[in-house]
């Protein structure tokens, strides 16, 4: 949220607003198939548009290491996934939370507008020895703070998330 002069919508604000109703994680498995390119680069110029950085997990002992960090139950689904991604911040203070929490929104529309599906798969970054390992050194700068890992990938449409009416929550 910035504060300033009255916005217009854009047409691609409009297409990310129209996805709000849609959008809900997905913890089934995902299909084999990649996420197309350019829907990939749209994903990372949402995280970028926030000022946070999402950086494909891409190489499979990147992959590896990030699997081992999960609970056993979800390996298969990082090993798997067609795309496992860190959300980073500049660092890790107030004003990092709410950039990651700002980028994580509009990532998550983009990709629910994509027809793409996503969930966290947050226990690296629960216990500080696991954050440090799910760090990865080609991520944007040595000051780069993971926040969120996620994966993302093709899934059959599922529930969305119930939403309370706007009328309810702005007054």
Request: glycine share 6%; hydrophobic share 50%.
């Amino acid at each position: 949220m910035r504060l300033g002069a009255p916005h217009v919508p854009s047409k691609a604000d409009r297409v990310l607003a129209d996805a709000i109703v849609r959008r809900h994680t997905d913890r089934l498995a995902y299909e084999e198939r990649a996420l197309a390119p350019h829907v990939l680069a749209l994903l990372l110029a949402s995280a970028a548009a926030e000022g946070a950085w999402l950086v494909p997990v891409e190489t499979p002992a990147r992959r590896a290491v990030l699997a081992a960090l999960v609970a056993p139950a979800d390996r298969t689904r990082v090993e798997c996934a067609p795309v496992m991604a860190v959300l980073a911040t500049v660092g890790d203070a107030p004003r990092d939370w709410l950039v990651a929490g700002q980028a994580l929104g509009r990532v998550l529309l983009a990709a629910c507008a994509s027809g793409v599906a996503a969930s966290f798969m947050n226990q690296p970054l629960e216990v500080p020895a696991l954050l440090r390992a799910a760090d990865d050194p080609a991520s944007p700068g040595d000051a780069a703070v993971p926040q969120l890992v996620l994966r993302f990938g093709y899934a059959p449409e599922g529930r969305t998330t119930p939403r309370r009416p706007l009328h309810d929550v702005l007054r």
